[in-house]
């Protein structure tokens, strides 16, 4: 079975920064694309940001120049520093991965809990 944890989060005034980290575990043969997406109330599940196996990251115009996503592909995990945080950034985020579990022969998109950033003005 593979799991999604997610760490970090939590409470910070506008302006200043956060780090979420999450780590995928179980029977897994190989990730693909890794990012994070987060829901603020009322509104949709939004992607914010993902990175490639490779490296590669895209970033939505929102969090550009403020958020970087980074992996570490041994330990599988991911994590996302967040910079220059406004109060529109208050969402719960949530980590996502596709994943080859073992014994498949393709991806599977998992998710994790979500943890929740607010950001007070």
């Known amino acids: 079975q593979v799991q999604l944890v997610e760490s970090g989060g939590g409470l910070v005034q506008a302006g200043g920064s956060l780090r979420l980290s999450c780590a995928a575990s179980?029977?897994?043969?190989?990730?693909?694309?890794m990012g994070w997406y987060r829901q603020a109330p009322g509104k949709q599940r939004e992607w914010v940001i993902d990175?490639?196996?490779?490296?590669?990251?895209r970033a939505a115009d929102a969090v550009k120049g403020r958020f970087t996503i980074s992996r570490d592909n041994a330990k599988n995990t991911v994590s996302l520093q967040m910079n220059s945080l406004k109060p529109e950034d208050t969402a719960n985020y949530y980590c996502?991965?596709?994943?080859?579990?073992?014994?498949?022969?393709?991806?599977?998109?998992?998710w994790g809990q979500g943890t929740q950033v607010t950001v007070s003005s």
């Open positions: 996502n991965a596709n994943i080859v579990p073992l014994g498949f022969r393709r991806t599977v998109e998992y």
């Open positions: 179980g029977s897994i043969l190989s990730i693909n694309t």
């Open positions: 990175i490639t196996s490779g490296g590669s990251t």
